[in-house]
């Protein structure tokens, strides 16, 4: 059976990536802070509960990280697809800070989760992977982390800890190449989430999610490494 990690799955796009994997037949490992307590998890557990495997995790912290690793390998001895969704847009409890009224600690917090977080994941999960069938890992990003198209002003912690998870999807797939692991970076897209509170958003996560499985799915050697949407376009860095 596929075996898939996905972060950030108590809520938003990474519950219903929790949900679509679940249709697909997968092992799927929800981790998120909230993730054993959470209702729409718990609905699904009730169908599937051979299946799906809630677990606590903080992505910022180590012994965190490594709780999770030894938690999963008593279940699993091998991992086809991580998905690093996890993410803040603000290190605050309210939205992203103006320019004139910054705070180091909110940034910082920002990168750890969006950027540092996702690699540190990776390298715990590695061994894992390594013995995946045609294993993928699957950094949800933004287009807000385009340098090239970017005209916003503000989201400095956001959009510039999107841009570092972007680079360090291209490191990373050159450092796991000789592995056969592919990495990519996908944005959703403009998805209705608890994240965006946002009516004017396009997108519900079923379409967003529907279409970067598609993507996932669809992946070959020589996309590892590049920056897509939740369409397959390609987004220049
Ligand atoms: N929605 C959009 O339009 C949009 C657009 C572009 C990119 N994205 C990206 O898509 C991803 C998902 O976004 P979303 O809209 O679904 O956001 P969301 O509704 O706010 O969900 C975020 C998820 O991340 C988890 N999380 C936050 N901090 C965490 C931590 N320290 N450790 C573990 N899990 C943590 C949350 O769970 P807990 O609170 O239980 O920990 C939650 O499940 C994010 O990376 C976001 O940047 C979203």
Not at 98 to 125: D, Y
Not at 147 to 159: D, E, L, P
Request: charge should be neutral; charged fraction near 20%.
């Amino acid at each position: 059976m596929k075996t898939v990690v996905i972060t950030g799955g108590s809520q938003g796009i990474g519950l219903e990536f929790v949900r679509q994997y679940l249709e697909r037949g997968f092992h799927v490992f929800a981790a998120s802070r909230n993730a054993q307590r959470t209702e729409g998890l718990h609905q699904l557990r009730k169908a599937h509960a051979d299946r799906l495997s809630a677990h606590a995790l903080d992505v910022r912290d180590e012994q965190s990280r490594r709780d999770f690793h030894e938690a999963i390998s008593t279940q699993m001895t091998s991992l086809d697809l991580l998905i690093n969704n996890a993410g803040i847009i603000s290190g605050n409890e309210e939205s992203p800070l103006p320019f004139g009224a910054l705070e180091q600690q909110g940034l910082a917090k920002v990168f750890l989760v969006n950027a540092i977080a996702p690699l540190m994941l990776t390298e715990c999960l590695f061994s894992l992977l390594c013995k995946g069938v045609d294993p993928v890992i699957v950094n949800i990003t933004s287009d807000n982390g385009s340098i090239a198209r970017n005209h916003q002003r503000g989201k400095f912690g956001y959009s510039a800890s999107k841009a570092a998870l972007n680079m360090i999807t291209k490191i990373l797939s050159l450092e796991l190449r000789d592995q056969g692991i592919k990495v990519v970076a996908l944005h959703p897209g403009w998805v209705k989430t608890p994240m965006t509170q946002h009516e004017a958003a396009p997108l519900d996560p079923q379409e967003s999610v529907r279409g970067m499985i598609r993507v996932i799915e669809s992946l070959d050697t020589r996309d590892s490494g590049s920056f897509l949407d939740w369409k397959g376009e390609r987004i220049p860095w």
